[in-house]
């Protein structure tokens, strides 16, 4: 792996202490960060600010007509506030170290509490590449180490050139990978996983990419309206409010216009109906932006046994996940998936190393948006040879669960609610009220048939296949040995009829399979149990 | 060292160990009994806390409070007895096994449950021990997956020395040693 360092330009300083260091081996001397990082700190500072500042807005926003009549006050402040922050930007570029041994990284940084991280690359479970909008002028990059303990342990090398960021990060993969080389004992003929990384090609290879029109498709399918509408909740009345002043100003009447008694029903009815479909339009066209910001130019390439995934607008995010990572592979339809034939595809691994990131694009999970169910099979198939998901898909091969489910859900738990709801309205004379929620009664008494429907599970010799869902249709594939841990629930109700729930635990997380015939329970947990215990195969 | 001992995947299913026949093995017998004092005691000094807030003489209560507060201890008492009772009863059906490379635990008296642990996907190990588990010899030995917190793996009241037992097994178990 040395070899590939020496080919680089040394026309800067950090790549030019990366060769010697490779060349002597050791480099003791703190490095300090291009002068770009000080943009960086400078962003990343107004981020948090304006993260916790957001609620702010609409009360400046309301009052902005008397604050601009005050000058005097608002201009100092706001240099001030300028001040401030580039001076805390300077700062924290001035004493941010850094610091590379043969197999190690040691970063300096904090103004008034400091810190001291030092991290083995063998503890690096996850390597991400992120370049910011405005470092692509000069080509620099941030290099983000994950490991798998908490959040607070991450490291971060803000502002080093870019490529030497992508020696860097094959380096230490490089490192990880012989690490495991050594410790998985020869297990490499089991699964073809482990491959010798020495005499196979290092050639990337792409797999997928999405065009733009993707994006938009995915942008409308994904449920993120619904995250956006929820979080203005607490604005629903300022935005009314000044919406219909606004309409008001432009010579529309919105009392006027949805009053019964000027207008007809059908003219009322289709003026609502157009504005929610005119506020429907602007709410799809935000999350259509939101989804072309986190995965322009998306690509998921492979390079030896490593996923990587690039994608982003504004900040280019580059994620790379080890194949032996990977747990579980999720194929996600929702019912919008399901009339275009889209479907989102996870890769998840651990949940420990994901749970420091927030955001979908920044996530560590690989996502690819919207695919066709050929490309999503054919990835697939390349992550997990042998699975037989797609032939499961198209037989209906899985085994569904016990039809108690529909039983249990609305005799139990919805018609006990729906009697005391009836009969509490019948009896204060709401004849309308008491019909709607017969109405709601049926409506969800459907959709609990449509759950007991999606339910399924089948299993082959390595891998378990799920099946769940309500309108749309999500399916889960992991292999048996990946299995963390397992559960068996059976409630006295349960037992009188030979049924079980099985909750399987992986290191992603869990998933539970509800009123399963006893018999089928004890077998996938014994045979899991067993393929765990017997093939000795690492889960990481 | 080489799993040469393991390449029998086509085994037929019904001579696969089960869990359903598990050869489980009951807690301390001091376990029980023990929760049950201590549920006991913290009813009881529950009800006597508020008895001594009824009857006090400093401090006068208002009205809605005084109304309420026998019913208020009758409820407590009621409960805190049943729950002491239900909870003695699952107590006593607690059981824990262990095989060659997995551990086993199951609970639950109307909602049974039966937790399987595989030993090579230990992370770790805890004893945890309180100041009442160390007064009575008892302990909780508690065994992190990378299943996540959510799903740590745990069997109380063990008798100290079978809990350091079971350690020390697991510590020296092949598939923990090798995989670290």
């Given at each position: 792996m040395d070899n590939q360092t020496t080919s680089v330009a040394t026309d800067n300083i950090d790549t030019d202490s990366l060769s010697n260091a490779d060349k002597?081996?050791?480099?003791d001397d703190w490095q300090v960060l291009s002068p770009v990082a000080i943009l960086y700190f400078a962003v990343s500072v107004f981020k948090h600010l304006l993260g916790n500042f957001i609620y702010l807005i609409p009360a400046f926003a309301f009052s902005y007509k008397s604050v601009l009549e005050h000058p005097y006050i608002w201009l100092p402040a706001i240099l001030v506030a300028f001040g401030l922050l580039s001076l805390f930007a300077f700062l924290s570029f001035k004493v941010y170290r850094y610091r590379l041994t043969e197999d190690n990284i040691e970063i300096r940084s904090g103004i008034f509490s400091k810190k001291h991280l030092n991290l083995p690359f063998?503890?690096?479970?996850n390597v991400k590449i992120e370049q910011p909008i405005y470092y692509r002028l000069t080509g620099h990059a941030c290099l983000q180490l994950d490991t798998a303990?908490?959040?607070?342990?991450e490291a971060k090398l803000v502002a080093i050139k870019l490529d030497f960021a992508q020696q860097l990060k094959t380096r230490i993969q490089n490192h990880v990978h012989d690490i495991s080389l050594d410790t998985e004992n020869l297990s490499a003929d089991t699964t073809g996983i482990e491959n010798d990384s020495v005499d196979s090609q290092k050639q990337e290879v792409e797999l997928n990419q999405r065009k733009l029109s993707d994006l938009v498709i995915h942008g409308i399918t994904s449920n993120r309206i619904w995250i956006f509408l929820g979080g203005l909740a607490p604005f629903y009345d300022n935005i009314f409010e000044s919406m219909g002043e606004w309409l008001t100003t432009l010579g529309i009447d919105l009392s006027d216009l949805f009053s019964l008694q000027t207008h007809s029903l059908l003219e009322v009815g289709l003026a609502a109906l157009s504005l929610t479909m005119l506020i429907m339009f602007v709410l799809v066209s935000f999350s259509v932006i939101g989804a072309i910001i986190s995965f322009y130019g998306y690509t998921l390439s492979k390079l030896d046994d490593k996923y990587i995934r690039r994608s982003g607008l504004f900040t280019k995010h580059e994620v790379s996940m080890r194949l032996s990572r990977l747990q579980m592979v999720v194929q996600k339809q929702d019912w919008l998936d399901v009339l275009l034939k889209r479907i989102n595809l996870k890769f998840e691994q651990s949940s420990s190393f994901a749970s420091n990131l927030n955001t979908s694009a920044a996530s560590s999970k690989i996502i690819v948006p919207s695919i066709k169910p050929h490309e999503c099979q054919a990835l697939i198939n390349d992550a997990y040879?042998?699975?037989i998901l797609n032939t499961l898909v198209s037989d209906d091969g899985f085994e569904a669960i016990s039809k108690r489910f529909i039983w249990r859900n609305i005799v139990y738990v919805l018609m006990p609610l729906w009697l005391i709801s009836a009969g509490f309205t019948l009896m204060n004379d709401k004849l309308m009220i008491a019909a709607l929620i017969s109405g709601l009664f049926v409506v969800l008494s459907g959709l609990v048939v449509l759950r007991w429907k999606r339910w399924g599970i089948a299993k082959d010799e390595n891998f378990v296949y799920l099946r769940k869902g309500l309108i749309g249709v999500d399916y889960y594939c992991f292999p048996t040995?990946?299995?963390?841990q397992t559960q068996f629930q059976q409630n006295f109700l349960m037992k009188k009829r030979q049924l079980a729930t099985v909750k399987f635990i992986l290191a992603s997380g869990s998933l539970k399979v509800p009123m399963l015939p006893e018999k089928l329970a004890y077998k996938l947990i014994d045979e899991g149990l067993y393929q765990v215990e017997s093939t000795q195969k690492s889960w990481m | 060292m080489l799993e040469s001992s393991f390449t029998n995947l086509n085994e037929p299913i019904n001579q696969l160990p089960a869990i359903q026949s598990l050869d489980t093995q009951s807690l301390s017998e001091q376990y029980a009994p023990l929760n049950r004092l201590i549920n006991l005691c913290v009813t009881l000094f529950v009800c006597v806390l508020g008895l001594a807030i009824y009857f006090q003489p400093f401090i006068p209560l208002p009205n809605g409070l005084l109304n309420v507060l026998p019913y208020i201890i009758w409820a407590v008492a009621i409960l805190g007895f049943l729950g002491t009772w239900f909870s003695h009863a699952q107590d006593q059906v607690k059981s824990y096994a262990l095989r060659e490379s997995d551990l086993h635990y199951s609970s639950g008296l109307f909602f049974r449950k039966i937790v399987s642990q595989p030993i090579?996907?230990?992370q770790h190990i805890e004893l945890k021990r309180g100041p009442i588990e160390r007064k009575v010899g008892l302990a909780t030995l508690q065994v992190f997956s990378a299943g996540g917190e959510m799903h740590t793996f745990q069997i109380p009241g063990l008798p100290v020395d079978i809990a350091l037992q079971l350690r020390q097994f697991i510590l020296q178990h092949k598939d923990v040693v090798k995989h670290g």
């Open positions: 002597s081996q050791t480099l063998s503890r690096v479970q303990g908490s959040s607070k342990n040879p042998g699975n040995y990946k299995l963390q | 090579t996907r230990i």
